[in-house]
């Protein structure tokens, strides 16, 4: 089924052919809704375009608009946008399709891509902290939209498993462990053996150097270094998985920096033969004169004492996403801060001859209540562990006061689904780009853009069903006659439409704004309406509106990643 705004879209590129004008500007939902639910812009453009009066350009356009089974008249607003407003029967009409369809309006993209989706990737003997949630809260809610759509995805978790940092966590496990702390808590104490050789290693040129033969006989293969490595990512990985559990997140693939580690020699290699990267000083290294942000950023693809970085496992990456799993699109959720990393390994794909798009999703940071980014009172990174399982603890507060009676299991399981739905939300309910301030109060709040919120809304509606003690009426029409009722499912309508507009610059808050508005559209809706105490037909349709609600919030919520509760 179509979506409005594509039907109307088609009936204004008719139009302007008609009228003899070239097909211009956009047709959007409107931004204000007082004017009406659809407007264009394309008499502003072509007037522009052409040196005409927009206004002008706007009546020849309507003279040739043929959309009265849609949209009462369309006006002509302010400089010369066209605004169209629904007509309750064709929002009907459309409400009545939408209620008999699986995929609630969203189309399958008609060109699907075949996608690595590159997130969470946190690093092993450090805890995955609060930063973290973005990233991995992002990309999955990314991958879950692009499945939806009908995109072949691949998760994969790009582990940092490698690099200089495992001479300094060799060096601390052979000459710092306590094995008493490592059976208690194996990962805190795997940090602060790292964490002290790391400092030790900065003030002691001794310590640096053995950190440093350690790494190197790390990298040349020997046993003894390799248990230690092994043991260390084990360590970490069980961190990772349990703090995925939570979650409700999981990989296809988890190839983390080290896979790619025999391949690194085989990159430079190639680079050097292709006269891509080119020997100065003893290293190899990639200049970008030609581009100007990286023209005075050469990336170093083999140091001079020939270890490889971390550019080096990412363009083996790149190969291998591209060669053998086949990929044609690579999307990076990775935060600001390598911009600059992305920039040159996309480059030197390019240069490479690699045509796939590739993608850097950068975000920015989750600050505390101080607006510093987020730290514990001694000025470490919060856990994410701790972060998410404080989250369920507060929902459960939630919960026994809300609803005492339930079951200790339904309370528990409640919990989890509110607490982890409310961090989640509260990083994806903002533009990515955005600093957001970690609240407890804001995000666990009843009301508000909030997932307990839209967790609540849903809740109303499987409680309405479980009233009645029935379940969707069989209806393949709807009447709509109060103003909220129409507004309901005008806004039930829109659901196809904004899908695939996460995807276009990678927003999810688009999605979990318009989910917020129609959570709104119905309590409105519910005051104003009586569902189970109104006569046939209203009756019927009242209820399968309220199934629509429940279903469009359930998918929509479980696009972002979260659950809805039937009780809460
Ligand atoms: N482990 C890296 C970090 O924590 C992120 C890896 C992102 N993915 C990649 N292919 N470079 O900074």
Redesign the pocket.
């Known amino acids: 089924m179509q979506t409005f705004q594509e039907i109307l879209a088609k009936r204004l590129a008719d139009a302007l052919a008609k009228a003899g004008l070239p097909n211009a500007g956009e047709l959007t939902q409107a931004t204000d809704s007082r004017f009406g639910d659809y407007q264009t812009n394309a008499a502003l453009v072509l007037g522009k375009q052409r040196g005409e009066n927009p206004r002008a350009v706007a009546s020849k356009i309507l003279e040739h608009l043929e959309v009265s089974d849609l949209s009462e008249p369309p006006s002509v607003a302010g400089a010369g946008f066209v605004n169209f407003k629904l007509r309750a029967e064709a929002i009907a009409k459309a409400t009545a399709q939408l209620f008999g369809d699986d995929r609630l309006g969203v189309a399958k993209s008609a060109s699907p891509k075949k996608i690595v989706i ?1 997130f969470g ?3 092993v003997a450090k805890p995955m902290h609060v930063g973290h949630i973005r990233s991995t809260a992002l990309g999955d809610a990314l991958a879950r939209t692009a499945a939806f759509i009908g995109h072949d995805v691949i998760r994969d978790n ?1 582990i ?1 498993d490698w690099g200089t940092q495992f001479g300094m966590v060799i060096w601390g496990w052979k000459n710092l462990l306590d094995r008493d702390a490592l059976e208690r808590d194996p990962l805190a104490e795997l940090v602060r053996v790292y964490k002290e050789a790391n400092a030790r290693s900065t003030s002691d040129p001794v310590v640096r150097e053995a950190c440093r033969q350690e790494l190197v006989k790390l990298q040349s293969g020997d046993k003894e270094n390799l248990d230690i490595w092994n043991e260390c990512v084990a360590l970490s990985m069980q961190d990772f998985e349990h703090v995925y559990d939570l979650l409700d997140i999981h990989y296809d693939i988890q190839c983390g920096e080290s896979f790619y580690n025999d391949r690194l020699p085989e990159v430079v290699d190639r680079l050097l033969k292709s006269k891509i990267a080119e020997i100065s000083e003893g290293a190899v290294v990639v200049f970008f004169p030609d581009v100007p942000e990286l023209a005075d950023k050469p990336c170093i693809i083999r140091k001079s004492d020939g270890g490889f970085n971390y550019a080096t496992s ?1 363009i083996a ?1 790149v190969e291998y996403r591209t060669s053998e799993l086949k990929r044609d699109t690579l999307w ?1 959720v ?1 935060g600001a801060p ?1 911009t600059l990393h992305f920039k040159q390994i996309f480059e030197i794909a390019r240069r490479e001859g690699h045509e796939g798009d590739f993608r850097h999703i950068p975000f920015g940071n989750v600050l505390g209540e101080d607006r510093k980014l987020m730290k514990t009172r001694s000025g470490e990174n919060v856990p994410l562990r701790q972060v998410l399982e404080e989250a369920c603890n507060r929902a459960r507060k939630i919960i026994d006061e809300k609803n005492p009676d339930l079951s200790d299991q339904e309370k528990t399981e409640i919990a989890q689904i509110i607490g982890i739905g409310a961090v989640k939300y509260a990083d994806l309910s903002q533009y990515r780009m955005t600093d957001y301030v970690f609240s407890w109060d804001k995000m666990l709040a009843l009301q508000g853009n909030t997932a307990p919120y839209l967790q609540n809304a849903y809740v109303r509606v499987r409680s309405i069903f479980r009233k009645a003690n029935e379940s969707a009426p069989k209806i393949d029409k709807f009447v709509l006659t109060d103003a909220a009722e129409i507004g309901l499912a005008k806004k039930l309508c829109q659901f196809a439409e904004i899908v695939p507009q996460v995807l276009n610059d990678f927003r999810p808050n688009i999605l979990a704004n318009y989910l917020f508005e129609l959570a709104n559209s119905f309590h409105s809706f519910y005051e104003a309406c009586p569902v189970l105490k109104s006569g046939e037909p209203s009756r019927s349709s009242r209820l399968a509106l309220c199934d629509l609600t429940g279903r469009v919030l359930e998918r929509g919520l479980d696009l972002l990643g979260i659950k809805a509760p039937e009780k809460m």
């Open positions: 590159d990737s946190p690093n790009h940092g990412d990456t990076y990775v390598q």
